[in-house]
C-alpha cells in the first residue's frame, strides 16, 4: 500500500477533526480534536507535525478551519468547553496561525453576526489580535521572501480589511465599539505596528537576509488617502527622523518604503509627511532624493505644493524649500521652482484673480526661494529676478488691496536687497504689521532645524536689566564716597514735565483770518493753530461759514502738509466736511465738479470722495444730537477710513438695516414712541449723487476712470452706494436706484475685485433703500437680469466677500420681490 503524500494527510486529518467537533457529544474527544488542530501550529522541537505539513495546513487549510470555527459557534460542543479551554484552544487558533487570514475571517464573521454574545466574542477576540502585535506580524510576513503568496484581489482584500478596520466594526457595533477600533487610537497603533515591521526589516538586512516593503508602502499609502495620514505620521515621522540621523540601513529602508508606495497615493503620503516633519534635513534623511526619481513626488513637492496649494504654514514653505536646497543633486529643481514662483507673483492675471491668502503663500516662497540661493546662483538668475521683481512690483501696486500693494513693496525690497543692484536698494514707506514683519523675516535663514534641548543655566544667565530692586537702586544713587560734593548740587531742581512752551502766535478767532493765514502766511505756527482752529469756528458760525464755504473748500482741497503737522489729513478732512454740512449745496457742486476736472492728482479725487461720503453721513444724523465741539471729527482719529476699506462698516449698515425691517411679536417693556425728526441728507440727496454720473466715460489726461484709475473707480462706486444707503425711501430714491443699475451695470464683471465688490455693495444698496413697489414697478425690466448675475457670482467669483455681497443681495431681492408678490393691495394698484 502506497504511503500518503504530506498534503492529503493533512487533509484527512483535517477533515476527521471537523468530524469528530460536529457529531461528538463527548467533550474529551471534541478537545482531541482542537489538540490535533493545534499541533499544525505548534512549532517546539518534539512535535510529530513535520514542517512540510505544517506550511500545507497554513497554506491550504488554516482559513478553512476558522471559517468553521466562526460557522460553528453557536453549536453545543463550543458551550461545552469551560471558560480557560475556550481560551486555550478555541481563541488560540485565531492568535497563532497566519495573521493575515485570521484577520479576513475575524472581520468576515464581525461583519455577518448579528448582535448576541458570539458577535462579542469575536470583538474580543479581534481586540485581543491588537493588543498582543499581530499586525506587526502580519505586516512582517509580507516584507520577508516566505511571505504567502497571493493574488492581487486577495491583496486588495486585505489592505482593505487592515486600513478600514475602525469602519467595519463601527458599522457593525456602533455605540458598543471598543476604544481600541475608534481611529483615534487603532491608526496610531497601526503606524507602531508599521515601525515594529520596519525596524524587523533592518534587522534582517543587516543579517544578510533580502526583504520586500511593497506591501508595508501600500498600506501606508492606502491609510493617508483614505484621510488618516495625521494620525499615521504623526507616530512615524518622528521616529523616523531619530532613526536615520545616525543609521545608513534605516535610511536605505525609508527610501525604499516612500519609492514603493503608489503613484495614485504618493501625493496624499508626501503632503503629510511635509507637514509631520521637524525640518528639511529630516525630510532629506527619510526620502532621499525621491523627487529626481519619482515623476509624480516631483510633481508635488515642486510645484502642487507651492503653487497649486496655500493652505499650509510658512514652516512648510521652508521645509519644502530647504529639502531642494540641501543637496546638490536636488539644487537644479530649486532653481526650475524660483523661476516657476517667480512667473506666477509677476503674473499680472494671477493678482487680480486668485485670492489674497495663495498671493501671499506664493510671496512667501518667492522670498524663501531667493534666500537659499548661492552667489553663483544669484548671478545665474539675475535678469530673470529683474524682470520678476520690475514687472511683479508694477502688478501689485496697481491693485487697489492694501494687502495685494504691501506685499510687492516688500518683496521689491528683498528682492532688490539681494541681487544689490549697483548698491542700492529699494526703499517703500507702509505700515508694518505682522504680514510685512514675516515676509521681511524670511530673508533671514534659520538657526538650526532640530535644536537638542539644552538645560537651562540660571547662574550664567544674563538678569533683566530693566528688573532692579529697589535696594539696588538706592545703592546706585548713593555717590561715592571721595566725590567732591558742591553745595549748589544739594539744591533740588524744580519739577518742569508740566510746563508749556509759550507761542508768539495766538489761534485765531475769525474764519477769514484762518482764511488768510492759509493763503499767505508762510510761518509754520500760525498756518499749524489756524489748521486747528477751522473746524471749531465753522461749527460756532455757520453765517460767516457760508460766506466764504466754497473758497475755504477750494483751498483745504489744494493744500499740501509742506510743514508736516501732526494730524494734517484729518484736520483738513474735518474742516472740508464741516463746510460740506453748514452750506451743502455750493461746497457739494464745487466738489463734484472738481472730480472729474484737469490737474489733480488721485489723492485729491479720493478726498472729494471721503469728504463727501462724511458730509452725507453727518446730515443723516438727527439734528438734535448737540455737537460737543472738543469731540470734532479730526479727534477721533489721525486719518478717517473710507467706508468702503472696512468691510464690516458696510456689512453692519446691511445688518442694521434688515434688522429694522424685521417684524417681532414681542419687544419686552413697551417704549415711549420715537420722535419724528427731518433728515437733513433727503432733500439735498440729489446734489450728492447725480453730479459724480456725469463725465465718468470721458478719458482726462491724467485721470481715466474705466481705464486704468481702479482704485478711484472702486471708491466712487462704493459713495455712490452710500449715498443710495442714506436715501432710503426718500421720493428720489426709485430715481437714483434706477441710474445706479444703470451706472453699475457695465461694470459688473470688471477685473478688480474692489470694483466688483463697490458694484454689489451698491445693487445691496439699492434693494435696501428702494421701496417694494418701486422696486417691482420701476425696475422690473432689469431684476431677472440682475438675479441671474447675482447667482453667478454668488457661486464662481473667486474674491470671498463678493461672493458673500452676491448672496445678501439675492436675499434682499428675494425677500422684497416676495412682500410685494404677496400683498394683494399692491398688486391691485399696479394693475
Same mark, same amino acid.
Given at each position: ?63 478553512r478551519t476558522l471559517q468553521f470555527l466562526v460557522n460553528s459557534i453557536q ?200 507637514q509631520a516633519v521637524s525640518g528639511p534635513e529630516a525630510l532629506g534623511r ?243 493753530? /489756524? +489748521? #486747528? ?10 453765517? =460767516? %461759514?457760508? @460766506?466764504? &464755504? ?50 489733480? /492728482? +488721485? #489723492? ?10 462724511? =458730509? %452725507?453721513? @453727518?446730515? &443723516? ?27 464690516v462698516h458696510w456689512r453692519q449698515e446691511v445688518e442694521k438695516r434688515i ?173
Amino acid at each position: 500500500m502506497e504511503s500518503l503524500t504530506p498534503h492529503t494527510e493533512v487533509r484527512l486529518a483535517v477533515a476527521q477533526c471537523f468530524r469528530t467537533l460536529t457529531s461528538s457529544t463527548n467533550t474529551k474527544d471534541t478537545i482531541n480534536a482542537l489538540h490535533t488542530l493545534h499541533s499544525y501550529l505548534d512549532e517546539r522541537p518534539g512535535n510529530k507535525i513535520t514542517s512540510v505539513q505544517r506550511v500545507e495546513f497554513r497554506r491550504a487549510h488554516f482559513t478553512r478551519t476558522l471559517q468553521f470555527l466562526v460557522n460553528s459557534i453557536q453549536a453545543d460542543w463550543f458551550h461545552s468547553l469551560t471558560e480557560a479551554q475556550r481560551t486555550d484552544l478555541w481563541d488560540g487558533l485565531f492568535l497563532r496561525g497566519p495573521p493575515e487570514q485570521t484577520l479576513l475571517v475575524l472581520m468576515d464573521g464581525i461583519g455577518e453576526l448579528r448582535a448576541s454574545a458570539s458577535l462579542d466574542h469575536l470583538v474580543s477576540i479581534t481586540e485581543r489580535f491588537l493588543q498582543i502585535h499581530r499586525l506587526a506580524d502580519l505586516l512582517w510576513s509580507y516584507c520577508v521572501h516566505s511571505a504567502p503568496s497571493d493574488t492581487p484581489q486577495l491583496r486588495e482584500t486585505l489592505l482593505g480589511r487592515l486600513v478600514s478596520l475602525p469602519d467595519l466594526t463601527a458599522n457593525r457595533l456602533h455605540l458598543n465599539t471598543k476604544p481600541l477600533f475608534l481611529p483615534q487610537q487603532y491608526y496610531p497603533l497601526l503606524a507602531s505596528e508599521i515601525l515594529t515591521a520596519l525596524e524587523r526589516t533592518c534587522r534582517a538586512l543587516k543579517d544578510g537576509t533580502d526583504c520586500s516593503l511593497i506591501f508595508v508602502a501600500e498600506t501606508l499609502g492606502k491609510v493617508c488617502i483614505q484621510g488618516h495620514s495625521r494620525s499615521v505620521l504623526a507616530v512615524l515621522a518622528p521616529q523616523l527622523a531619530v532613526y536615520t540621523s545616525s543609521d545608513m540601513v534605516w535610511q536605505r529602508v525609508c527610501w525604499k518604503l516612500f519609492e514603493n508606495v503608489p503613484q495614485r497615493w504618493s501625493e496624499s503620503v508626501l503632503t503629510a509627511l511635509v507637514q509631520a516633519v521637524s525640518g528639511p534635513e529630516a525630510l532629506g534623511r527619510v526620502i532621499g532624493n525621491l523627487v529626481l526619481t519619482n515623476k509624480k513626488a516631483q510633481f508635488v513637492i515642486t510645484h502642487k505644493l507651492l503653487l497649486l496649494q496655500y493652505k499650509y504654514e510658512t514652516r512648510v514653505l521652508r521645509i519644502i524649500l530647504g529639502y531642494l536646497a540641501a543637496d546638490k543633486e536636488r539644487r537644479p529643481l530649486l532653481i526650475q521652482v524660483l523661476r516657476c514662483v517667480s512667473q506666477a507673483w509677476a503674473n499680472p492675471s494671477a493678482v487680480k484673480h486668485t485670492p489674497l491668502e495663495q498671493q501671499l503663500y506664493v510671496s512667501k516662497a518667492l522670498l524663501l526661494s531667493v534666500s537659499l540661493l548661492n552667489d553663483s546662483e544669484l548671478q545665474e538668475l539675475r535678469s530673470d529676478l529683474l524682470q520678476c521683481m520690475l514687472g511683479g512690483m508694477q502688478s501689485h501696486l496697481d491693485s487697489s488691496v492694501v494687502r495685494i500693494r504691501h506685499m510687492g513693496m516688500v518683496v521689491g525690497e528683498c528682492l532688490s536687497s539681494r541681487m544689490d543692484i549697483n548698491g542700492a536698494e529699494l526703499k517703500f514707506e507702509y505700515d508694518q504689521d505682522e504680514e510685512t514683519k514675516e515676509l521681511l523675516s524670511l530673508m533671514t535663514p534659520l538657526s538650526g532645524e532640530e535644536p537638542e534641548a539644552e538645560p537651562v543655566n540660571r547662574i550664567d544667565s544674563p538678569q533683566d536689566t530693566s528688573e532692579t530692586t529697589p535696594s539696588a537702586q538706592r545703592e546706585a544713587s548713593k555717590p561715592a564716597p571721595d566725590s567732591d560734593l558742591d553745595s549748589d548740587d544739594e539744591l533740588t531742581p524744580y519739577d518742569m514735565s508740566a510746563d508749556q512752551e509759550m507761542n508768539k502766535a495766538s489761534p485765531p478767532r475769525y474764519l477769514r483770518d484762518c482764511l488768510e493765514n492759509l493763503i499767505s502766511s508762510d510761518e509754520p505756527v500760525r498756518v499749524e493753530l /489756524s +489748521l #486747528r482752529a477751522a473746524e471749531s469756528l465753522v461749527w460756532k458760525n455757520s453765517f =460767516a %461759514a457760508r @460766506e466764504i &464755504s466754497v473758497q475755504l473748500s477750494k483751498v483745504f482741497l489744494h493744500m499740501e502738509d509742506k510743514y508736516s503737522i501732526r494730524g494734517f489729513m484729518s484736520l483738513r478732512q474735518a474742516t472740508m466736511v464741516a463746510l460740506a454740512v453748514t452750506d451743502t449745496i455750493p461746497v457739494t457742486q464745487y466738489l463734484t465738479t472738481e472730480f472729474y476736472s484737469l490737474n489733480y /492728482s +488721485l #489723492r485729491q479725487r479720493l478726498d472729494i470722495l471721503e469728504v463727501l461720503a462724511l =458730509a %452725507a453721513q @453727518e446730515l &443723516s444724523k438727527p439734528i438734535t444730537e448737540t455737537r460737543d465741539s472738543s469731540m470734532s471729527i479730526s479727534a477721533s482719529t489721525d486719518l478717517t477710513p473710507y467706508p468702503g476699506d472696512n468691510p464690516v462698516h458696510w456689512r453692519q449698515e446691511v445688518e442694521k438695516r434688515i434688522q429694522s425691517k424685521t417684524r417681532r411679536l414681542s419687544k419686552g417693556v413697551p417704549r415711549p414712541p420715537a420722535k419724528a425728526i427731518p433728515n437733513r441728507y433727503t432733500p439735498v440727496a440729489g446734489h450728492f449723487f447725480f453730479p459724480l454720473l456725469c463725465n465718468y466715460d470721458k478719458p482726462q489726461v491724467t485721470f481715466d476712470l474705466l481705464g486704468s484709475d481702479h482704485l478711484v473707480l472702486g471708491r466712487l462706486i462704493h459713495t455712490l452706494g452710500l449715498f443710495m444707503h442714506l436715501a432710503a425711501n426718500a421720493p428720489i430714491a426709485a430715481q437714483m436706484g434706477r441710474a445706479l443699475l444703470d451706472f453699475v451695470w457695465a461694470l459688473r464683471y470688471h477685473v478688480d475685485m474692489m470694483v466688483r465688490r463697490g458694484v454689489l455693495f451698491a445693487v445691496c444698496s439699492v434693494f435696501l433703500s428702494v421701496n417694494s413697489q418701486n422696486l417691482l414697478v420701476d425696475l422690473s425690466d432689469q431684476l431677472f437680469e440682475t438675479r441671474m448675475w447675482l447667482a453667478d457670482v454668488a457661486e464662481g467669483d473667486p474674491d470671498a466677500d463678493c461672493r458673500s455681497l452676491a448672496i445678501q443681495s439675492l436675499v434682499l431681492m428675494d425677500k422684497s420681490l416676495k412682500k410685494q408678490l404677496q400683498d394683494p393691495q399692491a398688486l391691485s394698484l399696479e394693475s
